[in-house]
């Protein structure tokens, strides 16, 4: 009888296991699984593969990207800009990380209901979400909307530092 008990413990551990999982990576960034560029090789794509990826993009956040108005952005450093690399880059930045406002704080929600600690992809994410959210603070033409993008930028940065520091 006990055997019998463990198994279908087991199998529903099993089979719970891998759909909460998965909820917590698609809740974060539900872009991610939806491109729309019609990239075929680029399915849930990220940046960083390896530590020299996490180096350039470092060094590609330290030369400058520019968020446009357009939805694109574009890399500061002609060199840089150039690499096959960025232009994952620019598909992560395009179309999976939130520009709204309301999507930030969609974002912001679902993290505080998050548990554990974050996946590399959706470390990615937020990170480049804190980018985008510090250009848009710093070009806002009023202090309302700088406010409400600070707010923004504080709780996504609270977020990673909760992340890598391992504390609430």
């Known amino acids: ?28 960034f539900p872009a991610a699984r939806r491109i729309k560029r019609g990239v075929a090789n ?36 002609a060199e840089l800009a150039s690499l096959r690399k960025t232009k994952n880059l620019e598909v992560i930045c395009e179309e999976i990380i939130p520009r709204k406002l309301t999507d930030i704080y969609r974002l912001i929600s679902d993290l505080s209901d998050h548990i554990g600690p974050l996946h590399q992809d959706d470390f990615e994410r937020i990170l480049l979400t804190l980018v985008y959210s510090t250009q848009q603070m710093v070009n806002s033409t009023t202090e309302h909307q700088r406010s409400v993008w600070e707010e923004s930028f504080v709780s996504l940065y609270k977020a990673i530092k909760q992340d890598l520091t391992g504390t609430t």
């Open 42 to 77: 680029v399915v849930n794509p990220t940046f960083h593969k390896s530590f020299d990826d996490v180096h350039l993009l470092f060094e590609i956040l330290l030369a400058g990207i520019h968020f446009e108005g357009s939805g694109e952005i574009s890399v500061q450093d």
């Open 1 to 28: 009888m006990l055997p019998c008990r463990l198994v279908i413990v087991g199998l529903i551990y099993c089979c719970i296991k891998p759909g909460v999982a998965h909820h917590g990576t698609k809740a974060l």
